[in-house]
T-cell receptor, first 114, second 110 residues
Framework: NAGVTQTPKFQVLKTGQSMTLQCAQDMNHNSMYWYRQDPGMGLRLIYYSASEGTTDKGEVPNGYNVSRLNKREFSLRLESAAPSQTSVYFC?????????????FGPGTRLTVL | EDQVTQSPEALRLQEGESSSLNCSYTVSGLRGLFWYRQDPGKGPEFLFTLYSAGEEKEKERLKATLTKKESFLHITAPKPEDSATYLCAVSEGGADGLTFGKGTHLIIQP
């Protein structure tokens, strides 16, 4: 099992450009999450999907949209990138939707917005 | 006010020198406390989940404990390969993700 995979690994954008970060998991998990990690801060939740067909906002959703394409895939879209969105983005998944379930993380996408 | 506070921010130890990392939390209804290890340029790697005060879990040189207000990650006789950032996270309920601390950057010198 590959676990949680993310593409691309690195990306450089200019202000105003758009892009989609892709995430897939092969563990048959129901819930998926997007976090961002910035220096000096803990990981912060952007959006989550408790189950296929549902998505909800997390702590820092502004400037992002998500799509739960199917049970395996959960994408994060930046419609008009801003320098404040320079960050490392992590996707995670968990078996159930309950708060006691362990989340497993992907390797991350390092995004720079110029 | 941070809900999850980790201390120290950084810790440098000699190989074999045991120590503890602290994670204090202020959430009202803790459902689970999670410890992760993160190596540079990598995603967080799951270590432990603790659910109730008094619970303890061990893995190799690491032991995690939980009280009503904090958790400790004890590292016994560490090796250089234990060098990493250790992250603590809590869950309050629902499927709305984890609240993370800022991490403790641990360096083990040979």
């Amino acid at each position: 099992n590959a676990g949680v995979t993310q593409t691309p690994k690195f990306q450089v954008l200019k202000t105003g450009q758009s892009m989609t970060l892709q995430c897939a998991q092969d563990m048959n998990h129901n819930s998926m999450y997007w976090y961002r990690q910035d220096p000096g801060m803990g990981l912060r939740l952007i959006y989550y999907s408790a189950s296929e067909g549902t998505t909800d906002k997390g702590e820092v959703p502004n400037g992002y949209n998500v799509s739960r394409l199917n049970k395996r895939e959960f994408s994060l879209r930046l419609e008009s990138a801003a320098p404040s969105q320079t960050s490392v983005y992590f996707c995670a998944s968990s078996e159930g939707w309950g708060s006691r379930d362990t989340q497993y993380f992907g390797p991350g996408t390092r995004l720079t917005v110029l | 006010e941070d809900q999850v506070t980790q201390s120290p921010e950084a810790l440098r130890l000699q190989e074999g020198e045991s120590s503890s990392l602290n994670c204090s939390y202020t959430v009202s209804g803790l459902r689970g406390l999670f410890w992760y290890r993160q190596d540079p340029g990598k995603g967080p790697e799951f270590l432990f989940t603790l659910y109730s005060a008094g619970e303890e879990k061990e893995k190799e040189r690491l032991k995690a404990t939980l009280t009503k207000k904090e958790s400790f990650l004890h590292i016994t006789a560490p090796k250089p390969e234990d060098s990493a950032t250790y992250l603590c996270a809590v869950s309050e309920g629902g499927a709305d993700g984890l609240t993370f601390g800022k991490g403790t950057h641990l360096i083990i010198q040979p």
